[in-house]
């Protein structure tokens, strides 16, 4: 349904509400406290430092009404920013959410996200609440987050902090989500009709719902507090990838690493043709789960905690090469930063 | 100049850059330390809370080639955030930038934008980096914007804490920016020729280059922390204008206000007919003043901080009517919320 263009008069649009009926929605999901001031004031634990991340996320671009829901556009833009804190170990402290949005929207639209937005800063149990941002008329849906955490400092989790003989861990299965997008955008593929209902759903759960891993960051903010050997923990989120996560890491740590392939697990288990399965786990993207670089017995007590299809992946070496080799050492894969969506490319 | 119809190919556009250029431009602006991980990490003092604030700003809707240049965009972004935070009494930490960008904006406009921006940031000497923020490609030029700042939890500044008897303090001169647009629209109306060039310019200058009264946070939290009497100054900036300020606050804090005309300068002074004066003084927007209602010997002493075109303005009554009398008590207006620009009202 292309809301643009739902024009009967029966779907109230955010010009029939006006700027202060779009406020006084919007502030209904806010806690009162944060309401009526030129800013809102929120409380960081003495001894902690700021985490800021912030994303835009803009309709044609990020999302369309042909696949993306205006709930999951409201999850999604929030497990992107919690991932983001989740990925340096920060306790989430609050967000702002700005809107851009043409005066033809639909109220429903509006609510739609904003449900969303609240449900996915429930995850992990933090109840993390928006302490701002603005609403202003455009012509293209925008949706502009900002996220804070807090951390000790030094206590972080870094890319830069690698070393040879740490264990590469990943925290779930990749490839899920363009598994799931894939069977949204052609749902009747005929190479993919092995796949078993209960695992499309499971695979379109991943895409439209994915699940910012905040559930890890306290074991991850205590071992990184407590830990002698200060900031041993490398890392960050596996949004743009796995191989990108990889790379990112090696590339700012100055190492490489290799990659055991059966360790990665296969969506090919899964019914989908081997010849996307290992495309779509290293480059898929949009999982948002950890890559984590550690010793190896913090690494097995981290799969223990972060559950199923969390698994010790590989090894960070000194030669700079990133490959990917299996257990028979046939086959090998070079990973690289593979181009994903490429913003600002001409026409 | 519509940079958007520059089609020669000697200027260098944002899609000639690519996602990595544009990211390196951008980041050129950052410190280095907050570049490279999901997130970035900046120091709160121990003992202080968070002040959040956002906003966002659309092309045709806040600003436009034809009377905001890129560097100016960059400036009252910035401004009106700043501002917000010194409402609050609250110090900046940081500051979010998250662009859309059509392909096809000059790379002179994105330069021109940051350059507006780190110079707002120098405002008042705290320097204020920027740490983090996105960029993407959108069909209209948006700027988000998230400002953080600390501020002693129970020492911020609010709007509901004016009393009966306190007095009204504004940090300068109001309704200058309403000029300098109306000098930028129609330079050569006649109403204003007898405005001098100096005038001019200063008009000009306030609307363009907005001044956010971060000087004055340092003494502003210094009282509000030291008194036995806490949370005693009540207020706000005054973005949508010195009567918006004041009837917010009245409401916020359930009292009235008697503000003295003769007390609020007048622009006529400066050359402007007298039956726009008071209205763009009331009514104008965007001075990014601070209207704080505090008891009079400490109003004494803000006056002389703040400088020129601070004043005493009135008082906080218990009667809910908000009026402007003139000092024979001839002339009264009441105050009202008048809207200024709403957003979503229909076409």
Not at 72 to 87: C, E, Y
Not at 299 to 318: D, S
């Amino acid at each position: 349904m292309d809301w643009d263009t739902a024009t009967q008069r029966s779907v109230m649009l955010v010009q029939d509400l006006g700027e202060s009926g779009v406020l006084h929605l919007v502030q209904r999901f806010c806690p009162p406290e944060v309401v009526g001031n030129d800013a809102a004031v929120c409380a960081v634990r003495a001894g902690y430092a700021l985490a800021v991340t912030a994303d835009m996320l803009v309709d044609d671009v990020h999302f369309s009404d042909r696949t993306t829901s205006a709930y999951d556009v409201g999850w999604r833009s929030i497990a992107a920013n919690l991932s983001d804190l989740a990925a340096m170990a920060a306790t989430p402290i609050g967000v702002t959410i700005s809107l851009g949005l043409p005066p033809t929207t639909p109220v429903s639209w509006l609510e739609g996200l904003y449900s969303g937005v609240v449900d996915c800063l429930q995850v992990g149990g933090f109840d993390v609440p928006i302490v701002g941002g603005d609403v202003c008329s455009s012509r293209v849906r925008t949706v502009s987050i900002a996220a804070f955490g807090e951390v000790k400092p030094g206590a972080e989790i870094r890319r830069d902090r690698a070393r040879a003989g740490d264990v590469i861990v990943m925290t779930g299965l990749h490839g899920l989500s363009r598994m799931g997008l894939g069977l949204l955008l052609e749902p009747d593929r005929e190479e993919w009709r092995s796949i078993a209902v209960v695992d499309r759903e499971r695979a379109i759960a991943a895409h439209q719902r994915p699940q910012p891993r905040l559930d890890l960051v306290r074991p991850l903010q205590a071992w990184q507090e407590n830990r002698q050997d200060s900031s041993r923990i490398a890392g960050m989120d596996s949004s743009d990838g796995l191989a990108d996560a990889i790379v990112q890491i090696c590339h700012a740590s100055r190492c490489g690493a290799i990659v055991w392939r059966e360790a990665l697990g296969s969506l090919a288990d899964l019914g989908l043709p081997a010849s996307l399965a290992l495309d779509w786990t290293l480059y898929g993207g949009e999982d948002f789960e950890l890559v984590l670089c550690l010793p190896e017995p913090l690494a097995q007590e981290l799969v223990q905690l972060a559950g199923h299809g969390a698994a010790i992946i590989g090894e960070i070496t000194e030669s700079p090469e990133i490959t990917v080799l299996s257990r028979d050492h046939t086959d090998l894969v070079r990973l690289d930063r593979r181009q994903g969506f490429q913003h600002f490319s001409a026409p």
